[in-house]
C-alpha cells in the first residue's frame, strides 16, 4: 500500500544559494517561491538545511548487499567464480528480497531515490521496491547459460509487464555482458526490449581482457561489436565503458547511448580508468553507478561521487570533473536516461529531493554548497529525502 | 581542565571475530577478557558494536577547515597564490583556534584522536586540543619568509614547551619544504628539533615540479638533498612522497623516516600516484593523513583508507593494499610513528579506541568486520570515541 501523497511545505530552505520556501503537490513540485503561510498537510522546517537533488543510481545489482565483505582484496577471476559466483547459487528468493530491503534502506540514509538493477529473481527486488517507496528500474537478466524454459519465462514476464506502483518502477531487458552471451543471445534481448519499449541494461568494455577477446574472436571493439548487430541506442545504459578507443566513444555519442561510470568497483577491480574528459567532450551521456556491494562495498552515491572526480583529477589534471559536473552526472544525468522527470529541484518537475543538516562539521564554512557536499560531507549529514512527493526519511529515521 | 579519568568496562563487545568485555583503567587497556561483574565508574553495552583502534591523522593543517570549499577543481598554483595564501593572510588568531575546534569536531566525530599538524599561530591549536581532549603533534612551521625576529620567536618557543596536558601534545619543528626554505632554513630546523629531541615534519617531493625544480638546482632528488644535509632520520615525518624513484624509496627505508600518504590531496590537486608497492616491499612505516581540508575538502580518515586501498588497486591490481593493511596504516603505523603507545586494542596500551556500531546497514552482514569498516562504512557509523582513557563521544554526542 502506498501512503496518502501530502502537500509539504518546506519553509526558508537553502536552494543553490537562496533561501526559499517550496511547495509540493502530489509528486511534482508546484512552487519554488512559495508564500510561507500556504497551508500544507506537512511543514518542514528548512532553517539549517540545503534542498539537493537525490541521486540517480544507473548501475547495480541491489541484493549483493548479502556478499558484502564476503570476499574482497583478490583478483577478478578468482573473486567471481571461486566466491560470488558459488555464493549466488545458495540464495534463496527471500533472500533476494531481505538483501533488496537492505540494500534500499542504505539508498535512501545515502540520499538515493532510484537505481537500475541487474540481478535475478527480479519479483523479490520489484517487491522490495514497492515496499520501500523508491523508484527503479529493474534489469531482467539474458544470459547463455539458461534454459530455453527460463528465457521463454523472461519473455513473458516483460511482455506481461505491469508496475505495480503506478509509475515509480521499469523493467528492462538485461543482456549480461558480450562475454556471457552469444550474438543469438544478444540479438534476442534486444528485440525482446524493443518489442516490448523497455530500456537495454548490459555491462560493457569492463576489462582490458574483454575487448582483447572481442577483437580476438570478433575482429573489432566490443562497443563497435554491439553497434554491428543493431543494438547500440537511446534506450541503452551501457555499465562501466573503461576499454574505450575515441572511435568507441565517437559510437556512443552517435548513439545516445547512456554510459553508467562506476568509479570504486571498476578501482577496487583494478579494471582499468574511466577516460572522462574524452566522454565528457564528446557529448556522452555520462552518469554514476555504485555496482554491487560486493565490488564497492557500499551503495554511497555521495562517496561515489568524490571518487569520481578525483579519479578523475588523479591523472594530473585538478581542473577535471569539477565538483557541479559530478553532482550533475550523479543526480540529472541519471534521471533523464530513464526518462524520469526529476534530478533538478525545479517547478512542474516530479518531487524527489534531499535536505542535507547545514549544521554538520563537514558542511562548515558554506563557501560552496556543491563543493561540501560532493567533497567533505557524508552521507549521514542528509536529514530529509523525499521521492515522487513522499517523505521516506526524516531526521535519519526511516519512515518506510 | 581534564575530566577526571575512568575506570571503563565495555561489555559483550565484538574485538577481531570474538565477543568480550574490556576494562579500561585510568587510560590504559588493563584487561581484554575482563570478569564482565567488574566494578567501573562507567560501563558501556557493547552488544551491538566493535571496538577497533582509532585513527591517526599523520598529515594535515587542522585550522584549514576554514577554507573547506573556498576554491577548489582549479590549478595547483593558481589555487595557492590566488586564493589559499591571500586568504590565511587575513586569518585573526582566534580564527586559528576555532577553526581547529571545529577541525578537532569533525575528527572525533570521525574516529580521529590524533593528527599531526603543520600551521601558524600554534598556541591557538594547541589550545584546542588541551581543550578537545585529543592528542596532536604541533608543528612550529620554518619558512624562509619569516624574518630572523620570527624565527628566534619560534626557537624560543621550542625551547620552553611544556606541554599543559601531560602526555598528548608533543611539538615537532616543521620546515615547510625544500622550495620554500633554504639549505640553511633546513639546517637551522633540523638542529633545533635534534636540539630540543623534537620530531620533524615536512612537505616531501609532492609534485613532478618539485623534483624537476631539485634536480636543475642540486643535481639530485629531493630525498636525496635532504639526506645529504643529514635532515633525514627516524624522526622525520614526510608529507606526500609521491615523486620517488627506487633509490629514494629506499633511502627513506634505511633512514628509518615515516611517511604520510595523502592519496585524497594527491589525487585531487593531480600531483601524483603514490608507489604504495615499493613502499611497503622497501619496509618504508607508511601512515595516513588527510592533509588540509582545502586540498580534500574533509578531515575523514575512515573515507581516506578507502582512497588509498582503491588508489593502490586502480593501477590494475586488485591484491595491493588489501583493508587490514590500509586500517593498520591509519591506526597503529602513525601512532608508532610519534610514539605514541597506541593504534592497537591490547592490554598495556594507551586506552584510544572506537566503537562501531553494527546495526548500521554498511556493517551487515558481517562477513569481514575490517572489510567492511575500510570499504562500506562511513564515519557516522562510529558511536563512541575514547582517547587516553577519556570518552570523547558517546552515542555520536560529543562530550567536549
Same mark, same amino acid.
Given at each position: 500500500m502506498e501512503a496518502k501523497k501530502q502537500s509539504i511545505l518546506i519553509k526558508n530552505v537553502l536552494l543553490d544559494s537562496e533561501r526559499t520556501d517550496i511547495l509540493i503537490e502530489g509528486n511534482r513540485?508546484?512552487?519554488?517561491?512559495? $508564500?510561507?503561510a500556504t497551508p500544507a498537510d506537512k511543514v518542514i522546517d528548512g532553517t539549517d538545511k540545503a534542498i539537493l537533488p537525490p541521486f540517480y543510481n544507473t548501475h547495480t545489482h541491489a541484493a549483493m548487499t548479502l556478499l558484502r565483505?564476503?570476499?574482497? $582484496?583478490?583478483?577478478l577471476d578468482t573473486w567471481l567464480r571461486e566466491y560470488i559466483w558459488p555464493k549466488e547459487e545458495s540464495l534463496t528468493p527471500e533472500d533476494i528480497y531481505q538483501g533488496s530491503v537492505l540494500a534500499i534502506r542504505e539508498m535512501i540514509k545515502s540520499g538515493c531515490v532510484f537505481f537500475n538493477d541487474m540481478y535475478f529473481e527480479v519479483d523479490q527486488t520489484i517487491r522490495a521496491v514497492a515496499d520501500m517507496g523508491v523508484r527503479a528500474c529493474i534489469g531482467v537478466t539474458f544470459m547463455d547459460a539458461h534454459s530455453l524454459a527460463l528465457r521463454s519465462e523472461k519473455e513473458s514476464f516483460i511482455s506481461n509487464w505491469q508496475d505495480p506502483t503506478g509509475g515509480r518502477i521499469s523493467i528492462a531487458s538485461a543482456p549480461h555482458s558480450i562475454y556471457t552471451c552469444s550474438e543469438e543471445t544478444l540479438r534476442y534481448a534486444a528485440s525482446v526490449a524493443r518489442k516490448a519499449g523497455i530500456r537495454i541494461h548490459i555491462h560493457l568494455a569492463e576489462t582490458a581482457p574483454e575487448v582483447a577477446d572481442c577483437y580476438r574472436e570478433r575482429g573489432m571493439s566490443p562497443v563497435k561489436y554491439l553497434d554491428s548487430i543493431g543494438l547500440l541506442g537511446p534506450d541503452v545504459i551501457a555499465a562501466h565503458c573503461v576499454h574505450l578507443d575515441d572511435e568507441d566513444i565517437a559510437l556512443l555519442a552517435a548513439r545516445g547511448v547512456t554510459v553508467s561510470h562506476c568509479p570504486c568497483s571498476n578501482m577496487k577491480l583494478g579494471s582499468g580508468i574511466f577516460r572522462h574528459g574524452a566522454m565528457a567532450d564528446a557529448g556522452v551521456n555520462v552518469t554514476i553507478g555504485t555496482d554491487g556491494c560486493s565490488s564497492n562495498n557500499n551503495l554511497d552515491m555521495r562517496e561515489e561521487m568524490k571518487f569520481a572526480s578525483l579519479l578523475a583529477k588523479?591523472?594530473?589534471?585538478?581542473?577535471?570533473?569539477p565538483a557541479p559536473q559530478a553532482l550533475r552526472w550523479a543526480t540529472e544525468a541519471g534521471a533523464r536516461a530513464f526518462g524520469i522527470d526529476a534530478g533538478v529541484i525545479a517547478e512542474g518537475k516530479l518531487a524527489d529531493a534531499i535536505l542535507v543538516d547545514l549544521r554538520s562539521e563537514r558542511m562548515h564554512p558554506l563557501y560552496h554548497l556543491v563543493s561540501n557536499w560532493v567533497y567533505s560531507a557524508e552521507s549521514a549529514d542528509i536529514d530529509t529525502v523525499i521521492c515522487d512527493g513522499r517523505i521516506l526519511m526524516e531526521g535519519r529515521q526511516l519512515l518506510v
Open positions: 513540485f508546484t512552487s519554488l517561491s512559495a $508564500d510561507p565483505g564476503y570476499a574482497d $582484496d583478490m583478483p588523479c591523472q594530473g589534471n585538478p581542473e577535471c570533473l
